[in-house]
Every structure is written in C-alpha cells, then in structure tokens.
C-alpha cells in the first residue's frame, strides 16, 4: 500500500523467517562487517545473532536484560544499555564492564531503545515500567565517553523512549514516546550532540504506537509500529509513504541489512498476547525478513579500544 510520498512505487517481498518465538524481539542491527544480523530479546535475556549465508543462528545469555546495543570498533566488544545502565559488552566472554548506571536505584525504569550516531556517539532512552499511578518518568541520555564516561540526560518526562534515529546529514534527529501516539523530530546539533525545537513528525492512531525506527538512504523513516501490525515508511516531510503489512500485531524495531542493504529486518514480540490471540499470530516472536527497492545506511560504530 502507498498512500502518499514522491519516491517510486515499493515492493517488498518476504523471502525468510527467522523462527525464535520471542518474548520481546528488540534493537535489531546489521554487522556489514561479518554480515550478520544482531538482536536482543529483552525480556529472556538474550543476545541473538544470524549469519544468513551460512544460517547459522545462536544466542548469548546476557548478565541482564540487554535493551539496546550498538557495534565498536572492537568486533568482540559492543557499546550497549542494559536494563541498569551503560556498558562495554563481550558476549563471547560474558565480559560486561560498566561505564555509567544511572539507573542503579530506580526499580521502576530501565532503559530501552538506542544506537550510535553519526558521530560515534552511544544513546538510550529509558522507559517506565512500573508506575502505579506514581510520577516516575523516563529520559533520553548521551553517552559521553570523553567526559569522564557521563550519562547526559537530553530530553525529559519520558515514559517509553523509542524511535531513536537521524537524518543522512545529521541535520535531524527523530524521537518517540511511543505511549503520546506521535514521532517527532529535532534540529540536531551534530556538532554537540544536541537536540533543539521540536517538532511533530508523524502521528498514529491512539491503539497503535510507534516503536524502533530507522532511516533508509533517501532520508525517508521506517517505523514499526506496535499494535498496528505494520511497518510504516514517512517521507522526509512525515506524509506517508509506504505501508507494509506485517503477520504479527507487535513489530518492534526495523533495521537494513544485507549484501547491498536493501533487506529489511523486522523484529516482532509476543509480550502480552494470550492464549487466543497467540494462536491467532502463528509468528508472534519471529524475525522477518523482507526484500525490498530501497536501501539503508551501514550502522555507526563508535570507537571504543582505548576506553578502559
């Protein structure tokens, strides 16, 4: 379906299943580096990885639940936010070194959605999950790493940080609280890594809620889209460009891969669904994978060898 947008007609194909029935299928990435396909299942803690060359898929079990990672310039080592704080992660060791824990004390939130910018820079945001009528509230920080390892609180009065992702030129930087039915977009200064006048990007309808973004070469966003059943492409301008119909009614995160970046990755989740509405959603959990007409951007990767 193709409502609206100035870019060609799209066609998108489901050409594999990845099929692990997870709980919460999150933060999927590609690693064009050794071409495999990276996630979280954040509730199992679970590291999940898939080389679709060989199809070989495995899983690490995380020292707590990881809820979103990004590559370094070390491939054994990954930038990541677990359910606590900021860490160095080797999963093949189980080697986690922290480096900030905002959340060490506050039992009500962790973190959830991140990635690495353009720039080399790690962010997350936090997430209510057990508020009881109460007034906690999430925050999106930055990871400085040359100041001293300092989690920076950007934006405020969160209650599920999700959308995280950047326009090509790093001009624009896009954001949800996923429970406000909206993504908006920011001025970015990328300079300083820093988020000014924002505004609303796109809006969704009160039952559907937009999760993990990511943005594909022509500067268009690709939104999953939690409840909906579907994957939604916004041009630059937020108009809707594109939908993509998906046999499951929580996709999570989007990310491209690939040999050319032209696959499109789509983690789903099975979290809260009963017995009835799990026998209806046969792929509940599963990864999808969809070729597509469009290509995306490598993922950043941020330089950590010589952080202790």
Not at 268 to 288: I, P, R, S, Y
Request: proline share 5%; net charge negative.
């Amino acid at each position: 379906m193709r409502p609206g947008g100035n870019s060609q007609i799209m066609n998108l194909e489901l050409f594999d299943r990845i099929k692990v029935g997870n709980t919460l299928g999150e933060g999927v990435i590609w690693d064009h580096r050794t071409e495999t396909i990276w996630w979280t299942d954040i509730q199992e803690s679970r590291l999940y990885h898939y080389n679709p060359s060989s199809k070989k898929l495995g899983h690490y079990d995380t020292p707590e639940r990881l809820c979103s990672f990004g590559f370094t310039d070390d491939e054994k080592w990954f930038i990541a936010a677990f359910e606590n704080g900021f860490a160095k992660y080797n999963p093949e060791k189980n080697i986690l070194k922290w480096l900030s824990k905002p959340l060490e004390y506050h039992n009500q939130i962790r973190f959830n959605d991140g990635r690495v910018d353009r720039q080399g820079r790690f962010w997350s945001g936090t997430m209510v999950e057990d508020n009881n009528g109460g007034d906690a509230r999430g925050r999106l920080y930055r990871l400085d790493l040359a100041e001293k390892k300092l989690a920076v609180p950007l934006l405020e009065d969160i209650l599920i940080s999700n959308s995280l992702c950047w326009s090509p030129d790093s001009k624009k930087m896009y954001f949800a609280d996923s429970t406000n039915n909206r993504i908006d977009v920011y001025d970015f200064d990328a300079a300083l890594g820093i988020p000014t006048n924002d505004n609303t990007f796109a809006i969704t309808n009160e039952d559907i809620f937009p999760d993990g973004s990511t943005i594909d070469q022509e500067g268009y966003l690709w939104n999953a889209q939690w409840g909906g059943s579907r994957v939604v492409r916004y041009a630059p301008n937020g108009e809707i460009d594109y939908i993509l119909e998906v046999p499951v009614s929580q996709p999570t995160c989007v990310a491209f891969g690939g040999p050319d970046l032209s696959w499109l990755f789509v983690t789903t989740a099975k979290d809260g669904l009963d017995d009835n509405q799990l026998a209806n959603e046969e792929f509940a959990g599963d990864l999808q994978i969809y070729k597509t007409d469009t290509k995306g951007i490598p993922e950043n990767i941020i330089k950590m060898r010589n952080v202790k």
